[in-house]
Every structure is written in C-alpha cells, then in structure tokens.
C-alpha cells in the first residue's frame, strides 16, 4: 500500500488564485512529521512546509499552508496567491518513526502545478 | 541556493564501473540524507547519517554504500552500476536528525550509466 498519495498527477490554477494540492498519508507510527517541497524545472528541491503530527494548529509559512486533518491522515498544501513562479512539481513527504526500528522517509509521487497568466 | 553543495554535478560512465558522489552540508548541519530520483521510482530515500554515524536506511542497495566523515561531508559509492542506476542523486542536510528538522537539499548529481 501506498504510504503517501497524491492523487492529482497535473493541476492548473489561474494566476492570483489560490490551489490545494492534495496529500494523503498511512502510517500506525503515532510519531511522525509531514513535509512539503517543491521542485521546479531547474531540479532542485526546496522545503515548503512542515508539520508534525502532535503539532495542534496547521502549519502556515508565508503562501504555503498544510491543511492537517490528522483523522482523515491528509496533510494538503494550499498556497495562496499563486505566482507564475509557483509553477513546479510538489511533493509531498512523511517521516516517521517506527517504534520497532530506526526513521523512514517517504515521499509521494508528486503533482505538476502549472500557474496560468 | 540551500548551502549544500554536491559534486560532481553531471557523471556519465559505464556499466560495471564505480563511482563516487561527494556532498558537503549547510555549516552548522549534523545530519547528511541521500535520496535517489528516478522516473520510474520516484524519489527514494536510500540512507542518513548524523555525526558520522549511521541512523536511517532505505531503499540502498547492497552495491551502494555511503559514510561521513569528521568534517561532515559525506560520499555515496556507487559500484557493479547497471543501466538502472541512472538517476538524479540529492543529497540533503539538516541541523538535527529528530522528526522535525527540515532537510535542506543540494542541487543534485545526474547520473548516466551507458
């Protein structure tokens, strides 16, 4: 089973406009931390946003907010005001701690975001 | 520009051959991350070290191997490559090794096995 899904391969959103890219996570880890980053076409990854999951308010960092609905073990990215520079590939990541054995990181299969002027 | 850097930025060799991946974390950052991108795989995490030691491992393959070393850089040794080892490897660094460090990631090393 997939530990973390996002559904959407390719997503468009007008410029100014706010998107959610969807998340979803599977772990019995009661310990455990949700990433966002993004990847542009130059290649390189750039942290977003974190969130753990004891953490009791959803984490906003500028644009970027995750929408943490922890029963649900989704963890959606929504950024605001979308800019043309926003267009990339976003990721979404879990890492969690087994109690059995040592950290695990998994990343989703991402979602291309494409901002239209 | 994250602060970490990895060398070399392009590698193009042949199967059979071995090679070796350097990086050197943001100043200050104990933990280094290797991760492997593919298109077929995605990208995977294959091992993590903090202070030198070993504290996570992934998907790394028993032909792969990697340490770090007193000043904090790191090497990935990549050995017996196959044609599937072609992939974009980061390499990533973060200030502790708990859940809630935020990794900050190189540019990357394209590899090409022909």
């Known amino acids: 089973a997939q530990k973390i899904t996002q559904t959407q391969p390719g997503m468009f959103v007008q410029e100014k406009e706010a998107v959610t890219l969807d998340c979803t996570y599977d772990?019995?880890?009661?310990?455990?931390?949700l990433f966002w980053y993004k990847q542009p076409s130059s290649g390189e990854m750039i942290f977003l946003i974190y969130?753990?999951?004891?953490?009791?308010q959803n984490a906003t960092e500028g644009r970027y907010s995750l929408n943490f609905q922890k029963a649900r073990k989704s963890a959606n990215l929504v950024i605001s005001a979308s800019q043309l520079g926003d267009s990339a590939m976003y990721f979404c990541?879990?890492?969690?701690?087994?109690?059995?054995?040592?950290?695990?990181?998994?990343f989703g299969t991402g979602t291309r975001l494409k901002v239209l002027a | 520009d994250s602060g970490v850097t990895q060398t070399p930025k392009h590698l193009i060799t042949a199967t059979g051959q071995r090679v070796t991946l350097r990086c050197s974390p943001r100043s200050g950052d104990l933990s280094v991350y290797w991760y492997q991108q593919s298109l077929d795989q995605g990208l995977q995490f294959l091992i993590q070290y903090y202070n030198g030691e070993e504290r996570a491992k992934g998907n790394i393959l028993e032909r792969f191997s990697a340490q770090q070393f007193p000043d904090l850089h790191s090497e990935l040794n990549l050995s017996s490559l196959e044609l599937g080892d072609s992939a974009l490897y980061f390499c990533a660094s973060s200030v502790g090794q708990g859940l809630s460090y935020e990794q900050y990631f190189g540019p990357g090393t394209r590899l090409t096995v022909t």
């Open positions: 990541a879990m890492r969690e701690r087994p109690t059995s054995g040592t950290y695990k990181y998994i």
């Open positions: 772990t019995s880890d009661p310990s455990y931390g």
């Open positions: 969130q753990g999951s004891y953490d009791q």
